[in-house]
């Protein structure tokens, strides 16, 4: 890849229990792509990363959740994992800053169990919008349109289902992110 997204710096917001290669995919494509990458958590040195359901790798953290904002970044990535997104959702600061990056219109990337966490930031009403299977139901009661796609994308939005999406949602974010402010779902 070119180096197509040289001067952007892009957020990838996890703690804890996130889907390795959902978190170090992304990272990879959006740094090859020239972008300047911080994973961003709630908390300390470094977050533990899972393979499925075994545990993999520990990934350092850049910035903590307490010392950064929206407005340093040009872009937002979520991993998902069960117990990552699960985790941000009912963190009322992780919660603020998805909500801030789709109030200045900055494109996301969301894959597998991520979208709990733009659910609880109430960004996905009215959004047509991809995840892992079991949140189908979850998404249709907060107002998306869930389709079963490799990857979608909505007004900046990307959302891909799992793992094996990887290469089209790497793809994709680095499409988007290269475009950069983007419609909101509602205008």
Known sequence: MAQ??????IAILA????????????R???MEAGARVHVVAPHGRS????????????????????????????????PGGVANPDELRINKGA????????????PVGAIC??????IEADVVRGRTMTSWPSLRTDLTNAGANWVDREVVTDHGLVTSRKPDD?????????EEFREGRHASAAE
């Open 28 to 30: 990879r494509a959006l």
């Open 166 to 174: 990887l290469p089209a949602f790497c793809k994709k974010i680095v």
């Open 47 to 78: 977050i533990q990363g899972m393979q499925h359901r075994d545990k993999g790798d520990a990934v350092s953290v850049d910035k903590t959740l307490d010392s950064v904002a929206a407005a340093q970044y040009d872009a937002l990535v979520l």
């Open 15 to 26: 703690t804890d229990g996130f889907e390795q290669v959902e978190l170090t995919e992304p």
């Open 113 to 118: 169990h991520a979208p709990w966490s733009l």
């Open 95 to 106: 919660v603020k800053f998805v909500r801030d990056f789709f109030d200045a219109k900055k």
């Open 4 to 9: 197509e997204l040289a001067g952007k710096t």
